[in-house]
Antibody, heavy 120, light 107 residues
Framework: QLQLQESGPGLVKPSETLSLTCTVS??????????WDWIRQTPGRGLEWIGN???????NYSPSLKSRATMSVDTSKNQFSLRLSSVTAADTAVYYC????????????WGRGTLVTVSS | DIQMTQSPSSLSASVGDRVTITCRAS??????ISWYQQRPGKAPNILIY???TLQSAAPSRFSGSGSGTDFTLTISRLQPEDFATYHC?????????FGQGTKLEIK
């Protein structure tokens, strides 16, 4: 059974870069049919899609975060990652990694989520 | 961006009730909507995709309908485990926008 697990610092200082990794187990990240997504959730803004990456390295970002978000994939480790630069308190959220099938665009598998707090 | 307006934001109901949650898209999205259930402290879990197709593990008391801009999620007979937050999501085109969520509480 496919499982996703987020990892990374739970506390990031303002203006610094948030870095998270999602480890995929029970399946291969090198699937031509699937995309690997980052989604975050706050009480005020609800669920917010950040972007996704294909194992070939092709990316797609939300316009609202495109200038600050960078995603990468490491097929040898079955992992994909998110970097979000110049963070502020507004980036405090639970961050989820997830998967979707290319032609469907709904998320069939999610990680458990990790809380990232931006504070000095 | 295609915006999704979900209502109500919260809803109180009793076990055995029938409840309906709605989502309206800012433009026509055909049947490109999915619905998720989220329990406290957990990740969302897919219930329905393509407006009305029930995910294999979802109970049959859940149903979805609608097309174009107006969509509904219906729970026919509420069970205790259904009290959770529900989210719609447009799957038509990126960015994949979610509704603000509906928190379903026990009356």
């Amino acid at each position: 059974q496919l499982q996703l697990q987020e990892s990374g610092p739970g506390l990031v200082k303002p203006s610094e870069t948030l870095s998270l990794t999602c480890t995929v187990s029970g399946g291969s990240i090198s699937s031509n049919d699937h995309y690997w997504d980052w989604i975050r959730q706050t009480p005020g803004r609800g669920l917010e899609w950040i972007g996704n990456i294909h194992y070939t390295g092709r990316t797609n970002y939300s316009p609202s975060l495109k200038s600050r978000a960078t995603m990468s994939v490491d097929t040898s480790k079955n992992q994909f990652s998110l970097r979000l630069s110049s963070v502020t308190a507004a980036d405090t959220a639970v961050y989820y990694c997830a998967r979707h099938r290319g032609r469907d665009n709904w998320f069939d598998t999610w990680g458990r989520g990790t809380l990232v707090t931006v504070s000095s | 961006d295609i915006q999704m307006t979900q209502s109500p934001s919260s809803l109180s109901a009793s076990v055995g009730d029938r409840v309906t949650i709605t989502c309206r898209a800012s433009q026509s999205i055909g049947n490109s909507i999915s619905w998720y259930q989220q329990r406290p402290g957990k990740a969302p879990n897919i219930l329905i995709y393509s407006a009305y197709t029930l995910q294999s593990a979802a109970p049959s008391r859940f149903s979805g309908s609608g097309s174009g801009t107006d969509f509904t999620l219906t729970i026919s007979r509420l069970q205790p485990e259904d009290f959770a937050t529900y989210h719609c999501q447009q799957t038509y085109s990126p960015p994949y926008i979610f509704g603000q969520g509906t928190k379903l509480e026990i009356k």
